[in-house]
């Protein structure tokens, strides 16, 4: 019989073992769409902050240097230990740490001036909730931004990419559409403003061994990739190694 574990659990498992890797990414650690996010904050000295999903805590980094505070609030103990080091490590004495559910804060009402939010998304369980408490607890007229991976425009394409994301991650829920954000994200209470679109490279064996994939489950994603139509790995951009590049998007809103 199998062992029942909830969608939080697997999360924290897969997350907090990974800790270290997450601070280290290339991938998380540099990139226009962080520079892009960031940027949200650079005019709002006297803002609070919350970094929902901080994972390795890269958006916290860079905008605590910028405003008055920053939360970074994530599901894992062990990857907000590792945040919590390495602010104190780099002098940020601003930046808090709170761990919990992205679908239920537990922050008041309109604490924050900003919600900034990077790759937590398509493992959030219920995508609509999150984008709720994110709304709630952000003051009218804030700033939210999120960035993550967009679905891609096609059934074909799409299902693809859900699929080796899966089998990379087993704690991958979905990326979104550009449409989906939107009109979540006006679901929930935000005007959307703005939305950018990057291009991101990943290496594939740096991309599996940041999480730690079975070998069974990394041979699965390689057979996928060798054995699709050539307008998907065209798409994809897909290279003899395995490596790839995806579609990235920052949403700007603000609440309503």
Same mark, same amino acid.
């Given at each position: 019989?199998?062992?029942?574990?909830?969608?939080? *659990?697997?999360? %924290?498992?897969?997350? %907090?073992?990974?800790?270290?890797?997450?601070?280290?990414?290339?991938?998380?650690?540099?990139?226009?769409?962080?520079?892009?996010?960031?940027?949200?904050?650079?005019?709002?000295?006297?803002?609070?902050?919350?970094?929902?999903?901080? +994972?390795?805590?890269?958006?916290?980094?860079?905008?605590?240097?910028?405003? #008055?505070?920053?939360?970074?609030?994530?599901?894992?103990?062990?990857?907000?230990?590792?945040?919590?080091?390495?602010?104190?490590?780099?002098?940020? =004495?601003?930046?808090? =740490?709170?761990?919990?559910?992205?679908?239920?804060?537990?922050?008041?009402?309109?604490?924050?001036?900003?919600?900034?939010?990077?790759?937590?998304?398509?493992?959030?369980?219920?995508?609509?909730?999150?984008?709720?408490?994110?709304?709630?607890?952000?003051?009218?007229? +804030? /700033?939210?931004?999120?960035?993550?991976?967009?679905?891609? @425009?096609?059934?074909?394409?799409?299902?693809?990419?859900?699929? /080796?994301?899966?089998?990379?991650?087993?704690?991958?829920?979905?990326?979104?559409?550009?449409?989906?954000?939107?009109?979540?994200?006006?679901? *929930?209470?935000?005007? @959307?403003?703005?939305?950018?679109?990057?291009?991101?490279?990943?290496?594939?064996?740096?991309? /599996?061994? #940041?999480?730690?994939?079975?070998?069974?489950?990394?041979?699965? /994603?390689?057979?996928?990739?060798?054995?699709?139509?050539?307008?998907?790995?065209?798409?994809?951009?897909?290279?003899?190694? +395995?490596?790839?590049?995806?579609?990235?998007?920052?949403?700007?809103?603000?609440?309503?």
């Amino acid at each position: 019989m199998l062992d029942t574990k909830n969608h939080e *659990a697997l999360v %924290g498992d897969q997350f %907090g073992a990974r800790a270290n890797a997450y601070l280290t990414s290339a991938v998380h650690a540099q990139g226009r769409d962080l520079e892009a996010l960031v940027a949200l904050a650079g005019n709002h000295r006297n803002a609070r902050v919350l970094d929902l999903g901080c +994972g390795g805590g890269h958006v916290a980094f860079n905008v605590a240097p910028h405003v #008055r505070e920053v939360v970074a609030y994530d599901l894992s103990t062990e990857m907000l230990d590792v945040v919590a080091g390495a602010a104190k490590e780099r002098g940020l =004495t601003n930046l808090k =740490t709170q761990q919990g559910v992205v679908e239920n804060l537990p922050f008041a009402d309109g604490s924050f001036d900003l919600v900034l939010s990077r790759y937590s998304a398509h493992h959030w369980r219920d995508f609509d909730a999150a984008l709720r408490e994110a709304a709630r607890v952000l003051k009218p007229g +804030g /700033i939210a931004g999120f960035v993550d991976s967009v679905a891609p @425009p096609t059934p074909l394409l799409d299902t693809y990419y859900q699929t /080796i994301e899966m089998l990379r991650d087993c704690s991958h829920v979905r990326s979104y559409s550009r449409a989906e954000w939107e009109t979540a994200m006006a679901r *929930a209470g935000f005007l @959307p403003q703005v939305s950018v679109q990057f291009r991101v490279h990943l290496v594939f064996n740096v991309w /599996i061994e #940041r999480m730690r994939t079975p070998k069974v489950q990394v041979d699965a /994603i390689r057979a996928l990739q060798t054995s699709v139509a050539t307008s998907v790995t065209r798409y994809f951009e897909t290279e003899s190694d +395995g490596s790839f590049a995806i579609d990235v998007a920052l949403f700007q809103a603000v609440k309503g």
